[in-house]
């Protein structure tokens, strides 16, 4: 009795879907993606866009207060502010992997976000 479901035409063409797949996400994997920055804005206007993969410190300054940004391993925090109440600092460090990706300082007219 023939199997009626299943034929060698269906195979070959479940083999083409499948090869074509496979060949589609080796393609979408090898193309380069950009990478992540902490985007640091002061009053709004971007003051610098440090990438996430080079460990840094950048010191923003403005007519507020100044901010210093430390970027570690993947991931960025407000390490030292000059603005009374330091929440910024007590935030901690951002990854963009998590729900919390901007750090505030609102004395200082200060933000640090996650972008790519």
Known sequence: MKNVFFGKRDAVLLL???????LLFLALSLIPKG?????????GEIAAKLPLDENTTYTVKNSRGYNVITVK???VSVTDASCPDGICQSTGWISG????????CAPNGITVSIEE
């Open 97 to 104: 992997s998590d729900d919390l990706s901007v750090i505030v």
């Open 73 to 75: 391993d993947g991931r």
């Open 16 to 22: 083409s879907v499948s090869g074509a797949a496979l």
């Open 35 to 43: 990478g992540k920055y902490a985007v640091v804005r002061s009053d």
